[in-house]
């Protein structure tokens, strides 16, 4: 496909790219900052350097908070020996054969993956771009390129400097090394530091540009009425109060439900109140989450297919001095990212616009496109920064992308069309975290030690029947439905994992950090209980049944951070947990309190994070900081509850409970320093956190939690 992305705040064109949504650092993210002139010198996909000697970087995932611009721009500006305020950003255009995830194969943002797959492809390319500098610099001046120095954005030799936009021409003429030489870690001078992140202050500001805030000529805005229950359609349709309300231009039935258009969202949002409309449930999932826990529990009963085993687990169990037992119930859970589901499509004579945050570019293009029959080559994909995700704007079939298309198409593919979810649409809209079983049986030997582990978990695959299934699937077991409960951390003298796929009409997809949000709270919570039946102490026991050093190395460094085994204060106890997630491992000890309405207080949280090479430390400790508020709201409070007839109960924040400020507790961090390959920290920081708690919790009060949320009423 042709890489045509123009976009209304850069316009930045270059080797055949016209690259959109350009944000400088510092004072330049003004919305007033002039648009780049045109980069003479291009290397590759990523660096772009023009003559004013700002150099851009070129982001291929998106941003939703997660810090990949950042980071990204760090790797590639360090190999420069760029100076970084002469650093700006740029969101790649929808190309996979430039910009594809090289662990997906397509370009897309999720796993954790956007630092670990771009770390040697973003060294490399500012490498590239230094070596060329040197060389036009050497020739320009007839010197040895080992003579020429680097060091912020300046070259020089002797006496004589030039900037990089001064040597941009000329190095555009040389050829690009097949094999650039990269920087040991001790010439590192921004990689491993605090730099500024490159958003912060258009963020602060208010400049930066959300598909939220994107205005066209003439646009219409939209409200979409969606069925009560998955899987229902609309029969009828009476729409005559709607199209009375002030502002209100139209009414029109798609696919996916009845869109209201209007002057305004306000006004769009009042019209598709006074829809009157028939539905058809007779196809629609209509029992409740009870009515599923049921099925699933005793679907667990059974050892289901078999993912993981070590020794005959019932002889252990039969053979164990002592023996234990726990059913987990994990709810729906929705992602409900601040800025929900958005999307803007717009004709420009032949040409079709798209502006949104997409999580999976050319598949949502393309989905786009194939909706409403125009070529992809004649598409433009103006990819936005978005407010968060957790995984929600990654869908494997692509049917927000189709959805919108076709709110665009049914009002004639002509007008710009806005068309965003409200609040209520995002809560009911479905995609949730799997509802979920965990049945565990452990056993305990005469000397205290674990002695036997049986796991089985029931749950719905997101990847059954999709077109993802090969990529999710293999021997028809779901690897997300038990990472982190097989191939995880500790080794037993007799274990089995075991799995059932269940079917159920709720659409469900990952959710931020995928199957490790319940598996971690299963093997944390039980492993702590089995190493408390047998006498032992609960961080040496578990490093002594861990299998990875690094693990043993966070899971130490958390226990010295906190004190671990020091005095606490009256009233309150300490819970420990630690997961290894995206190849990173993380662990975590809670200090927990009873609150006054019964549900745990948590005081503070100790994290220390093994992620390989921290690119950038303060990222690194803001995304721990993240995902432990995430993970715990959640925990406390959230789930998601399919009533009699398959509704969902809750559609806002007043009943799908989020945590507050005044509940985020005090959080301190310690980085492990390596020389390991970076790897994720958008999703690690959750899983570990929730078990923590629960841990504390279970010291504090006697009482196990088997069923998330700690708010459920079979916890009182």
Same mark, same amino acid.
């Given at each position: 496909?042709?890489?045509? @992305? ?6 930045? $064109?270059?080797?055949? &790219? ?9 004072? =330049? ?79 897309? @943002?999720?796993?954790? !993956? ?41 070259? !020089? ?24 030489? %990269? ?69 029109? $039935? ?68 002592? @023996? ?15 800025? *929900? ?23 949502? &293009? ?90 089985? #978990? ?30 995880? !951390? ?15 009409? #709720? *659409?469900?997809?990952?959710? =931020? ?28 026991? =578990? ?7 690094? +693990?043993? #190395?966070? %899971? ?87 009533? +009699? ?60 939690? =088997?069923?998330? *949320? ?7």
């Amino acid at each position: 496909m042709n890489a045509l @992305t123009p976009s209304r705040r850069g316009f930045l $064109q270059s080797s055949g &790219l016209v690259l959109g949504l350009t944000l400088p650092i510092g004072a =330049r993210a003004a919305a007033s900052a002039p648009a780049a002139p045109a980069a003479p010198f291009a290397p590759n996909a990523f660096v772009r350097v023009s003559p004013d000697n700002l150099v851009t970087i070129v982001i291929k995932h998106v941003e939703f908070g997660q810090g990949p611009a950042t980071g990204l721009a760090t790797i590639a500006a360090d190999e420069m020996d760029a100076d970084w305020s002469q650093v700006r950003v740029e969101m790649a255009p929808a190309n996979d054969p430039l910009y594809k995830n090289l662990a997906f194969g397509t370009m897309g @943002t999720g796993g954790s !993956s956007a630092i670990s797959n771009s770390w040697m492809q973003m060294r490399n390319a500012g490498a590239s771009a230094r070596a060329m500098l040197v060389e036009a610099a050497a020739k320009r001046w007839g010197v040895a390129p080992a003579s020429v120095k680097v060091s912020k954005g300046v070259v !020089s030799s002797g006496g004589r400097k030039a900037s990089f936009g001064e040597l941009a021409a000329d190095a555009a003429l040389l050829k690009a090394p097949e094999k650039p030489v %990269l920087k040991t870690p001790a010439q590192w001078t921004l990689i491993g530091t605090d730099v500024p992140k490159v958003d912060s202050v258009g963020k602060t500001m208010g400049t930066t540009m959300f598909t939220m805030d994107v205005q066209r000529p003439g646009m219409v805005h939209t409200a979409i009425l969606h069925a009560p229950a998955f899987g229902g359609t609309a029969t009828k349709v009476i729409d005559s109060a709607a199209l009375a309300v002030p502002g209100v231009l139209a009414v029109h $039935q798609v696919p996916q439900g009845v869109i209201v258009y209007a002057k305004d969202g306000y006004a769009a949002m009042k019209g598709r109140a006074a829809l009157d409309v028939t539905w058809d449930l007779s196809k629609a999932e209509k029992r409740s989450s009870e009515q599923l826990y049921k099925v699933f529990a005793e679907a667990a009963k059974a050892p289901g297919k078999e993912v993981e085993k070590n020794g005959d687990v019932a002889a252990a169990l039969a053979g164990s001095a002592k @023996t234990h037992e726990a059913l987990y119930l994990f709810p729906y859970l929705a992602h409900a990212p601040m800025e *929900p589901l958005d999307a803007v499509i717009a004709m420009d004579g032949d040409m079709l616009d798209v502006w949104m945050g997409s999580q999976f570019q050319v598949g949502e &293009l393309s989905a786009i496109c194939a909706t409403l029959g125009v070529p992809i080559a004649k598409a433009r994909l103006h990819e936005q920064y978005a407010g968060g995700s957790f995984g929600r704007r990654a869908t494997p079939a692509m049917e927000f992308a189709i959805e919108a298309a076709s709110a665009f198409k049914a009002y004639g593919g002509k007008t710009p069309v806005k068309h965003v979810w409200s609040r209520e649409n995002d809560i009911r809209g479905g995609r949730y975290r799997p509802l979920t079983v965990h049945r565990l049986r452990g056993g305990i030997d005469g000397a205290g030690n674990i002695s036997a582990w049986d796991q089985v #978990v029931a749950s719905q695959s997101f990847f059954k029947g999709t077109a993802m299934e090969p990529m999710g699937m293999k021997d028809g077991i779901d690897g997300t439905m038990t990472e982190g409960a097989a191939e995880g !951390s500790y080794k037993f003298p007799a274990h089995r994992v075991g799995q059932h796929i269940l079917e159920a009409g #709720v *659409p469900t997809l990952w959710w =931020r950090s995928v199957g490790h949000t319940h598996t971690a709270y299963a093997v944390e919570t039980f492993v702590d209980e089995l190493l408390a039946l047998g006498g032992k102490d609960l961080i040496e026991g =578990r490093i002594a049944l861990m299998k990875d050093d690094r +693990e043993k #190395v966070v %899971l130490r460094r958390v226990a010295e951070l906190a004190n671990w085994g020091g005095k606490v204060p009256a009233g309150r106890a300490r819970g420990v947990a630690v997961h290894k997630s995206f190849n990173s491992y993380v662990a975590q000890i809670a200090e927990v309190s009873k609150g006054p309405d019964g549900l745990p207080k948590v005081h503070k949280v100790w994290c220390a994070v093994d992620c390989g090479i921290p690119i950038n430390p303060n990222v690194i400790r803001a995304q721990m900081e993240g995902g432990i508020g995430y993970g715990l709201g959640h925990a406390l409070y959230s789930e998601l509850v399919l009533g +009699e007839g398959g509704g969902v109960a809750q559609g806002n924040f007043d009943s799908y409970r989020s945590l507050r400020i005044g509940e985020m507790p005090a959080v301190e961090v310690a980085i492990i320093q390596s020389d390991a390959d970076p790897t994720g920290v958008g999703e690690p920081g959750l899983p570990p956190t929730a078990p923590a708690v629960a841990n504390a919790w279970r010291k504090l009060t006697g009482k196990a939690v =088997r069923r998330l *949320p700690f708010a459920h009423g079979d916890n009182a």
